[in-house]
């Protein structure tokens, strides 16, 4: 089968084109023809070395996909031949076929397209277990979306509304913030105003957000807290920016402010929240109150191009590649 390997980390030049022996799916796990894959900053910075998680090399990288089951390894019940589903499952998706662990696979509604449920996991889910599970939004607060354009900046817009949230998105271009108001930004904002902390103030009754996904990083962040909120949460999502962050502990006191962490790839290793966040995904899915958006679309052998497609900050929604 056709697939993309690295023998060591770097640019996108390290994805080299191989030939290798189709997967067999041993006990527990599943064979997939991958049909789609959806690009994420994640794969990128795998590839660069420098995600959370650093696998042992030579790897075939790719996170999320969606396929249709091929084959089922022993021990393996509740999935059929032919099914599409998603899958979650680290890295595998660059190639022909893929076999993972039956944990890893997600459930897709029918209504989605190959592509749309390549696009779904990892955006969605971080989107819900950030807003709800670990931000506690309540109906009727608002939240700031960094980079509401791009893959889980969509995802982010779409839940938020579906929670009662009013959004504030910010983007790099007038065109993208066109995005977010047909997604269902209450307020869209260019993220390089200089007066951005009084203009997200200004639509807040001066009080600032309840909730921020943060996922620029870099010297940004000190002008993120400024537009918190009293009893505000931060959630800190990434850093695509490439720069880390300060933080001074003690100025989140005076407003009893919160900064939290979001991971999803733990979270998503939990068969009970996964459950939660499933059940509540798929039936806004199928009230049609949320659909991925796809971004541009490449052929699998272009994944260099598609990543410097992401990294030039030029995409929005979800890249796809397609072996
Ligand atoms: P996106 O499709 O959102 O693309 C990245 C966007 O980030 C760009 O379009 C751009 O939007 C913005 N950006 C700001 N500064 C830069 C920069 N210097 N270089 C590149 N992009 C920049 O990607 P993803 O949805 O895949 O990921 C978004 C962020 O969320 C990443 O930081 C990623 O690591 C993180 N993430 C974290 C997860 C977790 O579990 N913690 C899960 C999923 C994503 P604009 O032009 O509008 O500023």
Redesign the pocket.
């Known amino acids: 089968m056709r697939a993309l390997m690295i023998r060591k980390t770097g640019g996108p030049e390290v994805l080299e084109a191989v030939t290798l022996p189709r997967p067999q799916p041993g006990p527990g796990e599943v064979l997939l023809r991958v049909r789609a894959v959806g690009l994420?900053?994640?794969d990128i910075?795998t590839v660069a070395g420098k995600y959370l998680s650093r696998p042992p090399l030579p790897l075939v990288p790719g996170m999320e996909f969606a396929g249709t089951v091929e084959q089922l390894g022993s021990g393996v019940s509740g999935l059929e031949v032919g099914q599409t589903v998603a899958a979650l499952a680290g890295h595998g998706g660059f190639a022909e076929y893929a076999s993972v662990p039956a944990s890893a696979v997600v459930p897709v509604p029918e209504s989605l397209s190959a592509a749309e449920a390549a696009a779904f996991p990892?955006?969605y889910f971080?989107a819900y277990f950030a807003l709800r599970t670990l931000g506690h939004a309540q109906p009727g607060e608002s939240v700031l979306v960094q980079?509401a354009?791009?893959?889980?900046?969509t995802a982010t817009v779409q839940v938020a509304k579906a929670l009662d949230l009013t959004v504030i998105a910010l983007?790099?271009?007038e065109e993208?913030l066109a995005l977010c108001r047909r997604l269902g930004a209450d307020h869209t904002l260019l993220?390089s105003r200089e007066d951005l902390v009084q203009a997200v103030r200004d639509r807040t009754d001066g009080r600032g957000v309840d909730l921020l996904t943060e996922?620029?990083g870099g010297e940004g962040f000190a002008s993120s807290l400024q537009m918190l909120a009293p009893l505000g949460r931060v959630l800190v999502?990434?850093?695509?920016?490439?720069q880390t962050s300060q933080l001074v502990a003690q100025t989140l006191m005076r407003g009893n402010q919160a900064v939290i962490g979001?991971?999803?790839?733990p979270l998503a290793a939990d068969p009970v929240r996964m459950r939660e966040a499933s059940g509540f995904l798929s039936e806004l899915i199928a009230g049609g109150q949320v659909r991925p958006v796809i971004g541009r679309t490449f052929p699998l052998e272009q994944a260099a191009e598609a990543f410097a497609f992401?990294?030039s900050?030029a995409?929005t929604g979800?890249v796809i590649l397609e072996p």
């Open positions: 994420n900053f994640a910075l990892v955006s971080t980079a354009a791009g893959a889980l900046g983007a790099s271009s993208k993220n996922v620029v999502i990434g850093a695509a920016s490439g979001v991971w999803v790839t992401v990294t900050r995409s979800k």
